[in-house]
């Protein structure tokens, strides 16, 4: 049983959450709060297995209560529910320790994935988050180190892929009562992911390739310059040795 803990200013927002939550048989809702201050009490009794954290709250913000629950309490992994998709708020939600990063309109089916994955360990990040990441990353000069985690986050997801198909065929074979129209469903469901992670693969291969286009632009550039740089100080140099 993996036990939850919803955190969100926003009654309703709280129920269309637990809502998402409750037919999941395998998940329980021990609480919900309704600002980070209160989240932190709530860890602290009931050390849950994930929190649901909601980032703009009163009192205390979902991300200080995240970096605080990560740092005192190991074992509580914090998955960011928000309505905001800038890139801003999910370099901050990592940094701060989150493991993953959600929007609230996320579909209930990929909301309750991620909460598997992330009690797995995976890093997850909402359907069409990384396709953005990814997007802007390609219009910046990222260095490699970056470049490594974008790399780190693509091959955590594709294990939980991985993970998820074992998973899904040990149950087809233990539950023979379910008809063949969910499974064909479930089928047609996994290989989707497996295509939409097989493209963002590709477009990790072409930022790959591009970081080391713009690397070496780069060092060429800077190596011309040092030589420009020299070329007008020697002849500047001879000129005033010539006319003096």
Same mark, same amino acid.
Not at 108 to 114: F, T
Not at 168 to 173: A, D, E, I, M
């Given at each position: 049983m993996i036990t939850v803990l919803i955190v969100d200013d926003q009654k309703t927002v709280q129920e269309i959450l637990r809502s998402h939550l409750e037919s999941e048989s395998s998940l329980e809702i021990i609480g919900c709060a309704g600002d980070g201050q209160e989240a932190l009490d709530q860890v602290k009794m009931h050390r849950p297995d994930i929190v649901l954290m909601d980032i703009e709250m009163p009192i205390l913000d979902g991300l200080t209560a995240t970096k605080i629950i990560s %740092? @005192?309490?190991i074992d509580t992994k914090v998955l960011i529910i928000s309505v905001h998709n800038e890139d801003a708020y999910l370099n901050t939600a990592l940094q701060v320790g989150a493991k993953g990063y959600l929007l609230k309109n996320t579909p =209930? /089916? %990929?909301?309750?994935? =991620?909460i598997y994955s992330a009690y797995k360990g995976y890093f997850q990040l909402g359907p069409g988050l990384l396709e953005n990441y990814l997007h802007n990353a390609s219009k910046s000069q990222f260095d490699s180190q970056e470049l490594e985690q974008l790399k780190s986050i693509m091959l955590k997801q594709s294990q939980v892929l991985e993970n998820l198909g074992g998973e !899904? !065929? &040990? @149950? &087809? /074979?233990s539950r023979t009562h379910y008809s063949n129209g969910r499974h064909r469903r479930t089928? *047609? !469901?996994r290989d989707h992911l =497996?295509? /939409?992670? =097989? *493209?963002?693969e590709k477009q990790l291969y072409y930022l790959s390739n591009r970081v080391d286009y713009l690397t070496r632009r780069i060092n060429f550039l800077q190596q011309f310059g040092v030589l420009v740089i020299l070329g007008f100080l020697t002849l500047g140099t001879l000129l005033a040795y010539f006319t003096s």
């Open positions: %740092e @005192q309490f =209930a /089916k %990929e909301m309750v994935n =991620a !899904s !065929s &040990t @149950q &087809t /074979k089928s *047609s !469901s =497996a295509d /939409k992670y =097989a *493209s963002l």
